[in-house]
């Protein structure tokens, strides 16, 4: 069996040789960019209560997002699909029933350098 031990910030232990790992950064315009932008964004707000609920999420997220956040009955993936990957990250923490959802210290990091430069999918396909 594979030992899977922490080295060093982006190295990982397999079998006795190094190999960097990299980081997870969502494709731009992806549910999980579009949730991290969102939620990003509303960190940074005034008045934030500290978490957003799943509808808040997914109706904030559409406008940067060019899937959709709704699965049909022929697809069972959405963008919001996205969300788990960003919890098995530890950018996202999700507790309480409803849902409430929040960035780590991890995915506001990765949220600002993202959300510094977001623009809507509408604005980005208007200036290309």
């Known amino acids: 069996e594979a030992l899977k031990k922490p080295v060093n910030a982006g190295f990982q232990l397999l079998e006795g040789s190094i190999k960097t790992v990299k980081p997870y950064i969502p494709k731009e315009h992806s549910g999980g960019w579009a949730l991290l932008v969102v939620l990003t964004k509303a960190t ?3 008045g934030f209560k ?6 808040e999420l997914k109706d ?6 060019s899937e959709p956040f709704e699965s049909n009955y022929k697809e069972h993936y ?7 990957t960003l919890i098995k990250k ?7 029933n409803p849902s409430k959802y929040c960035l780590t210290v991890s995915g506001y990091r990765l949220g600002s350098r993202i959300a510094k430069n977001a623009v809507t999918v509408a604005n ?4 290309h």
């Open 50 to 55: 500290g978490h957003l609920k799943i509808k």
């Open 124 to 127: 980005s396909r208007a200036s």
């Open 60 to 65: 904030s997220a559409k406008a940067y997002c």
């Open 90 to 96: 530890d950018l996202v923490k999700k507790w309480s």
């Open 78 to 84: 959405s963008a919001w699909s996205s969300m788990s």
């Open 44 to 46: 940074d707000s005034p």
